[in-house]
Nanobody
Framework: QVQLVESGGGLVQAGGSLRLSCAAS????????MGWFRQAPGKERVLVAA????????YYVDSVKGRFTISRDNARTTVYLQMNSLKPEDTAVYYC??????????????WGQGTQVTVSS
């Protein structure tokens, strides 16, 4: 069992930065692929960034490439999402997720509770 707790959301002006953190419980953190999803009001939840368990492979949705960076610290069992040059369209609830290699990002095994990010224009 893995528990995920996000932090770091808030209100920021367009062009600003935020860093989200997701602290994971459990000793098997390094065996999970970690991802950040977001869900805007009235829209589907989408994967915006992912880090595979080997630490070397990452994924970014096109709309955040060059602005967001995902990183993980296996020793601290924490995954981060550094968000720079934020835009109003980045406003959403951001969720941390963990999946084993047997799963796809369509149905990760574990979810955090979400943290609100609001970008004002």
């Amino acid at each position: 069992q893995v528990q995920l707790v996000e932090s770091g959301g808030g209100l920021v002006q367009a062009g600003g930065s935020l860093r989200l953190s997701c602290a994971a419980s459990g000793r098997t953190f390094s065996t999970y692929d970690m991802g950040w999803f977001r869900q805007a009001p009235g829209k589907e939840r989408v994967l915006v960034a992912a880090s595979w368990r080997n630490g070397g492979s990452t994924y970014y949705v096109d709309s955040v490439k060059g602005r967001f960076t995902i990183s993980r610290d296996n020793a601290r069992t924490t995954v981060y999402l550094q968000m720079n040059s934020l835009k109003p369209e980045d406003t959403a609830v951001y969720y941390c997720a963990a999946k084993s290699t047997m799963r796809t990002w369509v149905r990760p095994e574990y979810w955090g509770q979400g943290t609100q990010v609001t970008v004002s224009s």
